[in-house]
C-alpha cells in the first residue's frame, strides 16, 4: 500500500528494488500526443521469466486525461513501441493541474508493479494520487490505489484527506480508519475499464 513519507515526493508503496529511470518529456507535433513518461520491465520482477513490456503514458491534445498504452507479450526482450498495442486507455488518470506524470516500474519480490503517478496542485488544494497495475492470469488489473489531498483552507487551519486501498485484500484505510471494502470479481478489477476517479466512483475511497 503507498505510505509516502512526503506529500509531493515519491514514495512507492513498498520499499523499491527495481526503478525504471523515467524519459525526459518529449513534446511531439502538435497534432500528436505529448509523451509524458515511459517505463519498460518484465512482469515476473528481476527473475525476468515472466512477458516484457514498455509502457507509455501520454497527453492526447484538448483534452485533461492521460492516456497509458502499454506493448506486451514479449518474452525476449522488451517489445517496441509499435503496432497495436496490447493495452490502451486514455481514462486511466485525469491531467488537468497535473505537475507531474510519471510511470514507475518496481520489483514487489512477487513480480513487478507498474505505477501511474499524478502530482496536482490548483487554487484549492494539492496532493498526489497513484494507480498501481499487474499483468495477472491476461488481464491487466488494477491492484491498488492511493489518493492525498491537502487543502490550503484560506482563513482556516489546513486540512487533508488520504485514501490508500490495497485491492488484493479489499481493504481501505481512509484518514487512518481501515475498512474491509466489498469483495468483487477479478474481471471488475480489469485495468481497461479504470477510470482517474475509478475508486471513488466504485465506493473504494469516499468524497467526505
Known amino acids: 500500500m503507498v505510505t509516502p513519507d512526503q506529500p509531493l515526493e515519491p514514495a512507492p508503496m513498498r520499499p523499491l528494488t527495481a526503478l525504471v529511470p523515467v524519459l525526459a518529456l518529449m513534446t511531439l507535433p502538435a497534432t500528436a500526443e505529448t509523451l509524458l513518461s515511459e ?35 514479449a518474452m525476449d526482450g522488451v517489445p517496441a513501441a509499435a503496432g497495436d498495442p496490447e493495452f490502451d486507455n486514455d481514462q486511466i488518470a485525469l491531467s488537468a493541474f497535473a505537475t507531474r506524470q510519471e510511470l514507475e516500474v518496481y520489483d ?11 502530482e496536482f ?19 491487466y488489473t488494477v491492484v491498488g490505489y492511493y489518493h492525498l489531498s491537502k487543502f490550503y483552507n484560506p482563513g482556516g487551519e489546513p486540512f487533508a484527506y488520504e485514501c490508500d486501498v490495497d485491492l488484493w485484500n479489499m481493504v481501505s484505510i481512509e484518514n487512518g480508519q481501515q475498512r474491509t471494502l466489498e469483495p468483487v470479481g ?19 475511497c469516499t468524497r467526505s
Open 39 to 73: 517505463a519498460t520491465g518484465n512482469w515476473a520482477g528481476a527473475s525476468n521469466q515472466g512477458f516484457y513490456f514498455r509502457a507509455q503514458l501520454s497527453q492526447v491534445p484538448n483534452q485533461d486525461k492521460a492516456r497509458l498504452v502499454i506493448w506486451g507479450g
Open 108 to 118: 514487489s519480490g512477487e513480480g513487478s508493479i507498474l505505477q501511474v503517478v499524478t
Open 121 to 139: 496542485a490548483d487554487e484549492d488544494a494539492e496532493g498526489r494520487s497513484v494507480v498501481q497495475m499487474q499483468y495477472l492470469d491476461n488481464q
Open 186 to 204: 477479478f474481471e471488475a478489477l480489469n485495468a481497461s475499464d479504470w477510470t482517474w476517479d475509478a475508486a471513488f466512483e466504485r465506493g473504494f
